[in-house]
């Protein structure tokens, strides 16, 4: 290749270099944006509560109840006098989707607040808390989670060196076990970034542990924070990815022909690792979502980690480097061919709708993930066809050129990290639409009757609604006609009365219910127990926004 053609190749790559790097810098100001979300948002979803929240009931309840649109374990729960002091709620049961809770004392007239701590399945703690009287409201005492940035801040730094350790610490002792011909170039920037990779995940586990429990920094040290971290599935993660960090440095200082198994597992290491816990692992199909994580994480620790030791044996060794970037070049397509595949999959699954990746946190982090990866995959582009071959027939310009860009490869990965990091704080749309689904439910207690009244689904739109009578000591009352009111006088609506049918399975229902808004409505049930008798019931309800 002449010098003319080579300075033209340096022309039109350094033009898509500045295009690159314009679009990175907009990446990051976008990422530091949809990283700061203006509420905490779960990842379970409470669906119903028992006594409901605004309830107010005659007598103190033998026992408390929240269901949640996933299985949860519960991590503090708590229950608020109307004087502000604190009750800690230990005796409960899990079932299902349900946690049941005994209530230990007889309580006292006014208003409590039972506030609660569970995690998800998906390793993420969620909290909130649900308002009922006794007798009269008072003044609610103050109970509320709020969000505590600098953990936050945290909790996102920790994922940020934690993934850089595993994909470019352990994929990069990978690169040099497999395909370097030294394993000294580059080694002591893996070396830094597996040991970054190792302070991260245990700085990590110690955040999940204050997450967990909605403990400040200053309790990081406490032994029931470490244990509560331990007990959830991240606590899997963590412990995987220490052997895997383990493995890719111990490969690093054993003769070659020990480090490639070393190396490989180390690498099958960090796919587990990311298997092993958050919103994609815990969804279903687990036969296929976990594959798809595994496949996925050991792809971009294959990709990412050959990076910097590629572009620092081109800066340091470039005779030597040719052959590195000749079995990186080959071995690459398969490779992100498998990344693009689990990615889609993944991608499919999690959003399902496309205006999910418009509407929600989780799917406008996912189209900025996708600008990054186009950025990416047209800088390797050009990397591929157009610097590859005169890089490895010797041209030293070109090799300069690949270095450069190679080191832009690098930056672009990093703040890929750093919107995934961001997935820690947003439930995907997968989530959302299956809480979307839950029903909403209440239990109205009086002393002539009871009932319990649930509307599915429990957000703004058509609804049917079904309901379970009962007398006031939970005999049966056969009524001769039930109707249902929804009333939301402060949005101006009338109320809403529809009768309501006995198909023969015992439970009353009202089909085809539109309920046009969301917020706090007033359910009353119209009891007509006989001709001469009508028992009205009714308790606020909280409808979701669709």
Request: hydrophobic share 55%; proline share 6%.
């Amino acid at each position: 290749m002449n010098a003319a053609s080579s300075r033209s190749i340096v022309r039109r790559s350094g033009a898509s270099l500045k295009l690159i790097g314009g679009g990175l810098l907009a990446a990051f100001v976008l990422t530091a944006v949809l990283l700061l979300p203006g509420r905490a948002l779960a990842h379970a979803a409470l669906v119903a509560t028992d006594p409901a929240d605004g309830a107010v009931l005659a007598q103190s309840p033998a026992r408390f109840s929240l269901t949640f649109s996933e299985p949860v374990s519960p991590l503090v729960l708590t229950l608020v006098r109307p004087d502000g002091s604190q009750l800690a709620l230990t005796s409960f049961r899990l079932n299902e989707q349900t946690v049941e809770i005994d209530n230990p004392e007889t309580l006292k007239a006014g208003t409590h607040v039972l506030s609660w701590r569970v995690i998800s399945v998906d390793g993420h703690p969620v909290g909130g808390s649900a308002l009922f009287s006794i007798g009269a409201p008072s003044t609610p005492p103050v109970a509320g989670e709020t969000v505590d940035w600098t953990l936050r801040s945290a909790i996102w730094i920790g994922k940020l060196f934690l993934y850089a350790g595993l994909l470019l610490g352990v994929g990069g002792a990978f690169s040099l076990a497999w395909m370097a011909e030294d394993q000294h170039g580059g080694r002591r920037f893996v070396i830094a970034a597996i040991l970054g990779g190792l302070i991260a995940a245990l700085l990590s586990l110690g955040f999940q542990g204050l997450d967990a429990l909605g403990a400040p920094l200053v309790r990081f040290a406490e032994p029931v924070i470490w244990a509560t971290a331990l007990g959830t599935s991240f606590g899997w993660t963590v412990l995987i990815a220490l052997i895997a960090l383990g493995l890719g440095l111990l490969s690093l200082v054993v003769p070659r022909a020990n480090a490639k198994p070393l190396a490989i597992a180390g690498l099958a290491g960090v796919g587990a690792a990311l298997a092993a816990s958050g919103h994609a692992s815990a969804a279903e199909p687990q036969w296929l979502m976990r594959p798809s994580v595994f496949l996925h994480g050991t792809a971009i620790a294959f990709w990412s980690g050959a990076l910097a030791p590629l572009g620092l044996a081109l800066r340091h060794q470039p005779a030597e480097a040719r052959a590195f970037l000749r079995r990186f070049s080959h071995a690459i397509l398969p490779v992100v061919a498998v990344l693009v595949a689990s990615g889609t999959v993944l991608a499919i699954i999690q959003v399902q709708t496309l205006p999910a990746l418009v509407h929600t946190a989780y799917g406008r982090l996912l189209l900025l993930k996708l600008v990054l990866l186009l950025f990416l995959f047209t800088l390797a582009a050009v990397n591929r066809w157009t610097l590859t071959m005169p890089a490895e027939a010797g041209d030293t310009e070109v090799q300069r050129r690949l270095v450069r860009s190679i080191r832009i490869e690098v930056l672009i990965v990093l703040a890929i990290f750093g919107v995934t990091a961001g997935w820690r704080f947003t439930p995907p749309p997968r989530a959302l639409a299956i809480a979307a689904a839950q029903p909403v439910s209440i239990h109205i207690h009086t002393l002539k009757a009871m009932a319990d009244l649930s509307i599915i689904p429990g957000h703004a739109g058509q609804v049917a609604a079904s309901m379970v009578i009962m007398s006031g000591d939970f005999g049966p009352l056969d009524a001769k006609q039930v109707t249902l009111v929804l009333s939301k006088p402060d949005s101006g609506i009338e109320p809403i009365k529809r009768p309501a049918t006995k198909p023969g399975d015992g439970t009353w229902r009202v089909d085809n219910l539109v309920i046009p808004l969301p917020g706090r409505w007033t359910a009353r049930l119209d009891i007509l127990v006989t001709d001469f008798e009508m028992v009205k019931i009714e308790a606020p309800i909280e409808i979701r926004s669709d």
